[in-house]
Nanobody
Framework: QVELVESGGGSVQTGGSLRLSCIAS???????MGWYRQVPGKEREEVAI???????VYDDSVKGRFTISRDFAKDSLYLQMNDLKPEDTAMYYC?????????????????????WGQGTQVTVSS
């Protein structure tokens, strides 16, 4: 079991920026990590994935605006979000697990990682 703690959410206007952080309680250097988001009534969706290989993957909706990064020494994951839009409003979650649980990266049947943080809210107003 991996405990993940997110921070950095908040409220910004359209075009603003936020940087999310996620810190793991244990060594996650051999695990894939990623950011997801969810709005009420909808499924949790993948935003950006950072596997052990370092080959990052982004959902098309955030390409060119969001940047995922990772500090293996600190067991941390980050998401720099620029040019935010109202449709980016959601609860953002950090996740960690074997790579095959990250469908955006691994492909195949849809799966969800088994280790999650509590989430951090991002609200973008127009």
């Amino acid at each position: 079991q991996v405990e993940l703690v997110e921070s950095g959410g908040g409220s910004v206007q359209t075009g603003g920026s936020l940087r999310l952080s996620c810190i793991a309680s244990t060594n996650v250097s051999k695990l894939c990590m990623g950011w997801y988001r969810q709005v009420p009534g909808k499924e949790r969706e993948e935003v950006a994935i950072f596997p052990v290989s370092g080959t990052t993957v982004y959902d098309d909706s955030v390409k060119g605006r969001f940047t995922i990064s990772r500090d293996f020494a600190k067991d941390s994951l980050y998401l720099q979000m620029n040019d935010l839009k109202p449709e980016d409003t959601a609860m953002y979650y950090c996740a960690a697990d074997s790579a095959r649980y990250f469908t955006l990266y691994w492909g195949g049947i849809k799966r969800l990682p088994r280790n999650w943080g509590q989430g951090t809210q991002v609200t973008v107003s127009s």
